[in-house]
T-cell receptor
Framework: TQLLEQSPQFLSIQEGENLTVYCNSS?????LQWYRQEPGEGPVLLVT?????EVKKLKRLTFQFGDARKDSSLHITAAQPGDTGLYLC???????????FGKGTKLSVKP | DAGITQSPRHKVTETGTPVTLRCHQT?????MYWYRQDPGHGLRLIHY???????DKGEVSDGYSVSRSKTEDFLLTLESATSSQTSVYFC?????????????FGPGTRLTVL
């Protein structure tokens, strides 16, 4: 079974700090997705990375897909309280080729 | 925002009671999914549908059944609810179901089984 391990599980930082969240696996994925989920809501897709070594930027968020397509990272520059939420990575896996999710990183950004 | 609604949004029920959760979409997307989200486990796929009357099991399907009689509706039924089924349930939809296809999630249903 393919697994996606996310670290850290919890992260509490002050506004303005930088942070990196990691998503690792021993398996190769054809693509990885990053979602953000706010309390009481469903996850919302932020980005999909497809090519090994790919870097995508979304304002202050930078996503990187590892060269071997086994890992990905999310870097947030100058975090703001609005970045608070649960960050999930997901990749196609499982017996039916459906999306499997990491357990998430819960980020809290304090003003 | 994708047009996905879930009902009810909250439900408290007793062990052994049947429960049906509804997911309704206005996007005419072909694929629909039911997930459960639990602390320490993340999101896990229960069942999914790739068309009207076409469904298949996911990772954690035991104790759950689904039905899809119309494109817009996907029902999840717990025939006899157990406390282990206390969870937050999310419905998702996607247009093509491919590995990079975007899944749009509903707002969730919080189910408590006493």
């Amino acid at each position: 079974t393919q697994l996606l391990e996310q670290s850290p599980q919890f992260l509490s930082i002050q506004e303005g700090e930088n942070l990196t969240v990691y998503c690792n696996s021993s398996s190769v994925f054809s693509s990885l997705q990053w979602y953000r989920q706010e309390p009481g809501e469903g996850p919302v897709l932020l980005v999909t990375v497809v090519t090994g070594g790919e870097v995508k930027k979304l304002k202050r968020l930078t996503f990187q897909f590892g060269d071997a397509r086994k890992d990905s990272s999310l870097h947030i520059t100058a975090a703001q309280p609005g970045d608070t939420g649960l960050y999930l990575c997901a990749g196609v896996g499982g017996s039916q080729g459906n999306l499997i999710f990491g357990k998430g990183t819960k980020l809290s950004v304090k003003p | 925002d994708a047009g996905i609604t879930q009902s009810p949004r909250h439900k408290v029920t007793e062990t052994g009671t049947p429960v049906t959760l509804r997911c309704h979409q206005t996007e005419n997307h072909r694929y629909m999914y039911w997930y459960r989200q639990d602390p320490g486990h993340g999101l896990r796929l229960i069942h999914y549908s790739y068309g009207v009357k076409d469904t298949d099991k996911g990772e954690v399907s035991d104790g759950y059944s689904v039905s899809r009689s119309k494109t817009e509706d996907f029902l999840l039924t717990l025939e006899s609810a157990t406390s282990s089924q206390t969870s937050v349930y999310f419905c998702a939809i996607s247009a093509a179901g491919g590995p990079s296809d975007t899944q749009y999630f509903g707002p969730g249903t919080r189910l408590t089984v006493l």
